[in-house]
């Protein structure tokens, strides 16, 4: 009896051996083939035959060497998990998966506001900064310097600036950092393991969305930062070394690095984009492995490379969808018709949902302890999309119009009201200061004229109705992250909403009051409320997520809180919270 293992002996795991039965020497079908596995925990066999003989797909007129080879690949698929993974199968389910559950789009939508609250980080260092420029009276000589010299280095050497902006700058990036780390934790376990859920379980709930994010942000966090890390590193560091050689060009060894680094971008580009088709399930390993880290990335690799068709398909469906979405949106610009809005929509709601859960499909079909996905007879995607999913986005649409007039409406979330009021007038407050205190100057210095507007600015020519459905759909997407972005303890929504005050008070000393109001109120009517009202919503979530992390106990002279708050008393009311905003 001759044996061969494969892989080290681990007593932690089970291992696989092939043994090869020489007794029957004298059978014409002698290449019998056994797996045998022996899991050291429970000191136990099991013995797999593979004779090609006596399998369904062989048969008595194969020659011994053809069906010896057949048995051998049986032993390998068993041994290597290598099955076949069908990419259009599990692509027509995940659509059918999405238009049974329309929560996973939750988790995308998260990531948009992930987007909003990075934003909100920086608009407010650059309200600290303007507003502290505007009360130290140095604010007209910053734009003048801006105007006549750009964004150079000398704007750094001088003493009046840098020492705020440095912190300012340095303070941004790294929260933006974090946050987006953290945060990126947060979203990505939520959405992989909502797609799980989804697939394995038959439902989605919001609920789960959040019990995701809280068990498993922490490992997706690690390891989204190590995969980055490791994907893009050959590309970050020669744009690194391609920067610092350009700083240095007065010198010869910064020409020479700088010839050197430009040379290396396109390769550090290829080598970053394979990477990346190795890492693609790294993040679903987290979910599914309840791994992290360096050993997700690991399992990342080891099931690309033996589903190399699948994920390679999967990469090319992604970047066509993307690419024409893209051409589409720029060929529609040039012929009057903005679609941006659109893009970023189908983007959000249909083409994220549908591929990620595909990715994360792939790799759990992948795994060899998971029995290959059955075929399903399914309606045609595209008469679906023509026909029944407008009428079902319009009804979601109702429903969520009609929660909104409950919102408002409801007395309980006035203080919620009252907070994004009053974050929307101090921002037209500090704005207007700020205008008034040297914005105001420095453009008159420059020959603008107050209450007349910039003869100079040429409009594109665009379709009326089709700008404003575009406009429309942008401030409904915007209104959404607005809200969502909330989850993050109320502050980035209370910020994004302070910064369109902010927007807004810079115009009021530069403009007559009827030309203000002739360039607000046609469209101003409809999106300052519905900000405002997103702002609250978003309060609200914030306010929910601190009552989720704050303990358990009720807070007397709350008068927002409910009676006999506990742990899962605080999950409902985020989840309720979270469910009311989406």
Same mark, same amino acid.
């Given at each position: 009896?001759?044996?061969? !293992?494969?892989?080290?002996?681990?007593?932690?795991?089970?291992?696989?051996?092939?043994?090869?039965? !020489?007794?029957?020497?004298?059978?014409?079908?002698?290449?019998?083939?056994?797996?045998?596995?022996?899991?050291?925990?429970?000191?136990?066999?099991?013995?797999?035959?593979?004779?090609?003989?006596?399998?369904?797909?062989?048969?008595?007129?194969?020659?011994?060497?053809?069906?010896?080879?057949?048995?051998?690949?049986?032993?390998?698929?068993?041994?290597?998990?290598?099955?076949?993974?069908?990419?259009?199968?599990?692509?027509?389910?995940?659509?059918?998966?999405?238009?049974?559950?329309?929560?996973?789009?939750?988790?995308?939508?998260?990531?948009?506001?992930?987007?909003?609250?990075?934003?909100?980080?920086?608009?407010?260092?650059?309200?600290?900064?303007?507003?502290?420029?505007?009360?130290?009276?140095?604010?007209?000589?910053?734009?003048?310097?801006?105007?006549?010299?750009?964004?150079?280095?000398?704007?750094?050497?001088?003493?009046?600036?840098?020492?705020?902006?440095?912190? +300012?700058?340095?303070?941004?990036?790294?929260?933006?950092?974090?946050?987006a780390i953290l945060g990126g934790g947060f979203?990505?376990?939520?959405?992989?393991?909502?797609?799980?859920?989804?697939?394995?379980? =038959?439902?989605?709930?919001?609920?789960? +969305?959040?019990?995701? %994010?809280?068990?498993?942000?922490k490992r997706m966090a690690w390891t989204l930062?190590?995969?980055?890390?490791?994907?893009?590193?050959?590309?970050?560091?020669?744009?690194?070394?391609?920067?610092?050689?350009?700083?240095?060009?007065?010198?010869?060894?910064?020409?020479? &690095?700088?010839? $050197?680094?430009?040379?290396?971008?396109?390769?550090?580009?290829?080598?970053?984009?394979?990477?990346?088709?190795?890492?693609?399930?790294?993040?679903?390993?987290?979910?599914?492995?309840?791994?992290?880290?360096?050993?997700?990335?690991?399992?990342?690799?080891?099931? *690309?490379?033996?589903?190399?068709?699948?994920?390679?398909?999967?990469?090319?469906?992604?970047?066509?969808?993307?690419?024409?979405?893209?051409?589409?949106?720029?060929?529609?610009?040039?012929? %009057?018709?903005?679609?941006?809005?659109?893009?970023?929509?189908?983007?959000?709601?249909?083409?994220?949902?549908?591929?990620?859960?595909?990715?994360?499909?792939?790799?759990?079909?992948?795994?060899?302890?998971?029995?290959?996905?059955?075929?399903?007879?399914?309606?045609? +995607?595209?008469?679906?999309?023509?026909?029944?999913?407008?009428?079902?986005?319009?009804?979601?649409?109702? *429903?969520?119009?009609?929660?909104?007039?409950?919102?408002?409406?409801?007395?309980?979330?006035?203080?919620?009201?009252?907070?994004?009021?009053?974050?929307?007038?101090? &921002?037209?407050?500090?704005?207007?200061?700020?205008?008034?205190?040297?914005?105001?100057?420095y453009l008159i210095s420059i020959g603008y004229?107050?209450?007349?507007?910039?003869?100079?600015?040429?409009?594109?020519?665009?379709?009326?109705?089709?700008?404003?459905?575009?406009?429309?759909?942008?401030?409904?997407?915007?209104?959404?992250?607005?809200?969502?972005?909330?989850?993050?303890?109320?502050?980035?929504?209370?910020?994004?909403?302070?910064?369109?005050?902010?927007?807004? %008070?810079?115009?009021?000393?530069?403009?007559?009051?009827?030309?203000?109001?002739?360039?607000?109120?046609?469209?101003?009517?409809?999106?300052?409320?519905?900000?405002?009202? *997103?702002?609250?919503? %978003?309060?609200?979530?914030?306010?929910?997520?601190?009552?989720?992390?704050?303990?358990?106990?009720?807070?007397?002279?709350?008068?927002?809180?409910? $009676?006999?708050?506990?742990?899962?008393?605080? =999950?409902?009311?985020?989840?309720?919270?979270?469910?009311?905003?989406?």
């Amino acid at each position: 009896m001759a044996t061969r !293992c494969f892989g080290r002996p681990n007593p932690a795991v089970a291992q696989w051996y092939i043994v090869r039965d !020489c007794e029957r020497v004298n059978c014409w079908h002698s290449c019998h083939i056994m797996a045998i596995r022996y899991d050291y925990r429970r000191r136990s066999t099991l013995q797999v035959p593979f004779c090609a003989r006596t399998s369904p797909v062989g048969g008595l007129f194969e020659s011994r060497k053809s069906h010896r080879e057949r048995g051998l690949r049986m032993v390998r698929s068993a041994l290597f998990g290598v099955k076949r993974i069908f990419f259009d199968r599990i692509f027509e389910r995940s659509y059918w998966t999405w238009r049974r559950h329309p929560t996973i789009i939750v988790p995308s939508m998260l990531g948009t506001a992930l987007s909003v609250i990075e934003q909100s980080i920086v608009t407010t260092g650059l309200i600290v900064f303007l507003g502290t420029l505007a009360m130290n009276g140095t604010l007209s000589g910053l734009l003048t310097q801006l105007s006549s010299r750009g964004l150079t280095l000398s704007l750094l050497q001088n003493s009046s600036y840098s020492s705020l902006l440095i912190p +300012i700058a340095v303070i941004s990036t790294i929260v933006v950092l974090l946050t987006a780390i953290l945060g990126g934790g947060f979203v990505y376990s939520s959405e992989y393991g909502v797609y799980l859920e989804a697939w394995n379980k =038959d439902k989605a709930t919001i609920g789960s +969305i959040v019990e995701h %994010g809280s068990r498993n942000w922490k490992r997706m966090a690690w390891t989204l930062l190590l995969s980055n890390l490791i994907t893009w590193g050959p590309l970050a560091a020669v744009f690194l070394a391609l920067l610092a050689s350009a700083l240095n060009a007065n010198s010869l060894a910064g020409l020479v &690095g700088f010839a $050197v680094s430009s040379n290396l971008i396109y390769p550090a580009l290829a080598a970053s984009l394979v990477i990346a088709l190795f890492t693609v399930y790294s993040y679903p390993a987290v979910v599914i492995d309840n791994v992290s880290g360096l050993q997700a990335i690991r399992n990342s690799f080891r099931a *690309a490379g033996r589903n190399l068709t699948a994920t390679f398909s999967y990469s090319v469906v992604r970047v066509l969808f993307q690419f024409f979405l893209v051409l589409l949106v720029l060929m529609a610009g040039f012929i %009057g018709l903005p679609l941006s809005s659109f893009g970023a929509a189908i983007l959000s709601f249909l083409l994220t949902p549908i591929l990620h859960s595909t990715k994360t499909m792939i790799y759990y079909y992948s795994k060899p302890e998971v029995q290959e996905m059955p075929f399903e007879l399914s309606n045609p +995607i595209w008469q679906d999309i023509s026909r029944q999913l407008p009428r079902a986005a319009w009804r979601k649409i109702r *429903a969520g119009l009609a929660e909104a007039g409950r919102f408002v409406i409801g007395p309980r979330n006035l203080p919620f009201h009252i907070l994004s009021i009053l974050a929307f007038v101090l &921002g037209v407050s500090i704005g207007n200061y700020v205008s008034v205190n040297g914005v105001k100057n420095y453009l008159i210095s420059i020959g603008y004229v107050p209450g007349q507007g910039n003869k100079s600015v040429v409009f594109p020519q665009v379709i009326p109705p089709v700008l404003g459905a575009d406009i429309f759909l942008n401030n409904w997407l915007v209104s959404i992250a607005t809200g969502l972005a909330g989850i993050g303890f109320g502050a980035p929504s209370f910020a994004t909403i302070l910064f369109n005050g902010f927007i807004l %008070g810079l115009l009021v000393p530069l403009s007559t009051l009827t030309m203000l109001l002739a360039a607000i109120l046609p469209h101003g009517f409809i999106e300052i409320p519905s900000f405002i009202l *997103a702002g609250s919503i %978003g309060i609200k979530l914030g306010y929910a997520g601190l009552r989720r992390f704050t303990g358990a106990e009720r807070v007397a002279d709350d008068p927002m809180s409910d $009676v006999g708050i506990g742990p899962a008393d605080s =999950d409902g009311y985020l989840s309720r919270t979270l469910r009311q905003t989406v």
